[in-house]
């Protein structure tokens, strides 16, 4: 099986603070004519019931050709781009969605590591809390105890116990 190169970084650019492609690099990468891709981006538009969500995903724009004619293009956001592929077919379009998927599965694999990490850290942590909330708690009753009942005890005991020890002088 002839494997597909596919580079990502390649295909997409930043645009602003939002990573895009372009309806001509899909063309290109998938090797379709760009007028077919065109046709599958507006039949995706005209589909979906959300033009919040087309708008956001598909953005029209103009590009000057090779004969110095301005001719229609898109920008697509990465759902864009998912949404148009993910009705490809062949060997091309096959390539990119697993390494799409694979991709995929890697961050779910770190967001979960790291929420297992983060979860041990706040279950340590609020272990940690608990004893020291019951050490503090323990304390305060402890010195409650102290000052209401066993100092005033302790004392009145103490005070007792001297004036018993005075010896009393006979005059």
Not at 15 to 34: C, D, I, P, W
Not at 150 to 162: G, V
């Amino acid at each position: 099986m002839n494997i597909i190169k596919f580079d990502f970084n390649e295909m997409v650019t930043l645009q602003g603070n939002q990573v895009m492609t372009t309806s001509l690099k899909v063309a290109e990468y998938f090797g379709k004519r760009h007028k077919d891709v065109l046709k599958k981006i507006r039949n995706t538009i005209n589909d979906c019931d959300n033009p919040e969500y087309t708008q956001r995903n598909f953005a029209p724009f103009d590009f000057i050709d090779k004969n110095g004619e301005a001719q229609p293009a898109f920008n697509l956001t990465r759902n864009g781009f998912m949404l148009l592929v993910m009705g490809f077919t062949g060997k091309t379009a096959l390539q990119i969605k697993i390494k799409y998927m694979q991709a995929f599965d890697w961050m779910a694999e770190q967001l979960h590591s790291m929420q297992n990490s983060y979860l041990k850290q706040h279950n340590d942590l609020m272990l940690e809390y608990m004893k020291e909330k019951d050490v503090a708690s323990m304390s305060g009753r402890l010195l409650r105890r102290w000052g209401k009942e066993k100092k005033p005890e302790l004392t009145n005991r103490m005070q007792k116990l001297q004036e018993q020890s005075q010896i009393q002088l006979l005059i």
